[in-house]
């Protein structure tokens, strides 16, 4: 009976170590997912694909948000492993000093409402014109004002000798300083990752030789593809599976068991858009070196 209640021990020490585990690394994969789902959607929207006609994996997201998520939560992560060390020096060099506590309270609050103002007049786009804040500002601001009003209420506490914050009151003011470390990190990292995609789809538009590979497309019907910088020829043999050639694109992507193609002058012509053809028998691609920008018709 003994050996059955420490295996029943045993497997529920193993639960909770699992359940430690689990519980972040859900988290963290939710959220790598999240942001490369922003960038994937707003690249392919910007480049003129419904984003509903595409399909992604969820290696495909992680891998899209690294370049977006990793100095975020990298910062995020040094300041929640810095914070306990700072609070302690604190802590210690104010124990006996009573006064030099109350300074620091007030220090931290007039920081705090300095910060949150800033955020707000960020917020509202009232900027100085010769100001050009950067793209972290807003979050920033507005999570250290939080924090550091937070952080001050609780120091407060230490000073009045008759409140006492309870066990479930601590839990509560230690769960609102992560949440407003890391709401605004979730924050930014969504505007950063929209931007990231706005600017990969101007570059492949102003550049599709550099990102997109050339291909030939081999039709068993006429297709009807008029864009500028398409042609279509129909090959000489009567025997011919594809009997339809159609060059002058490039494949943008390969997805939800669709060909997205564009044609080389996709970036210049307003009315070029992106084309889905079904990737099965029905069609056949061949990919071509194609480095150079290829000219397109004037005018457009």
């Known amino acids: 009976m003994g050996d059955d209640d420490r295996l029943g021990q045993d497997i529920t020490r193993v639960g909770r170590i699992i359940a430690q585990i689990v519980g972040p690394t859900t988290f963290i ?19 003129g694909v419904n ?17 977006v998520a990793d100095e975020p939560l990298a910062v995020a992560l040094m300041v929640l492993l810095a914070a306990p060390l700072v609070h302690g020096i604190l802590i210690r060099f104010t124990a006996w000093h009573r006064t030099a506590l109350m300074r620091t309270v007030w220090v931290l609050v007039t920081l705090g409402a300095v910060s949150l103002v800033v955020a707000l007049v960020a917020i509202a786009d009232h900027w100085p014109r010769s100001l050009n804040p950067p793209p972290f500002a807003k979050p ?6 939080a924090i550091l009003l937070v952080y001050s209420l609780y120091l407060y506490t230490r000073l009045s000798s008759g409140l006492v914050i309870s066990s479930a009151g601590q839990i509560v003011q230690r769960t609102a300083l992560v949440a407003l470390l890391l709401l605004p990190t979730l924050w930014y990292m969504d505007d950063r990752a929209r931007t990231i995609g706005r600017a990969e789809a101007k570059e492949i538009r102003e550049h599709p030789e550099q ?5 030939v497309v081999y039709a ?28 002058g694109l490039r ?30 028998g029905s069609i056949r691609l061949e990919t ?8 397109c018709p004037k005018g457009r």
């Open 288 to 295: 071509l070196n194609v480095p150079r920008k290829q000219s």
């Open 51 to 67: 984003t509903s006609m595409l399909s992604f994996t969820f290696q495909e997201y992680v891998i899209r948000s690294i370049p």
């Open 220 to 247: 068993s019907q006429r297709l009807n593809l008029y864009a500028p910088g398409i042609k279509e020829a129909s090959l000489k043999d009567p025997n011919a599976e594809f009997p339809y050639q159609y060059t």
């Open 29 to 47: 994969g939710s959220l790598l997912m999240y942001i490369g789902n922003i960038r994937l959607n707003t690249m392919y929207t910007e480049l």
């Open 211 to 215: 990102r997109l590979v050339a291909v």
């Open 140 to 145: 920033f601001f507005l999570s250290l004002g």
């Open 251 to 280: 494949l943008l992507i390969e997805s939800n068991q669709q060909y997205f193609v564009v044609p080389y002058c996709w970036g210049t012509a307003p009315e070029a858009r992106a084309i889905a053809l079904p990737a099965d």
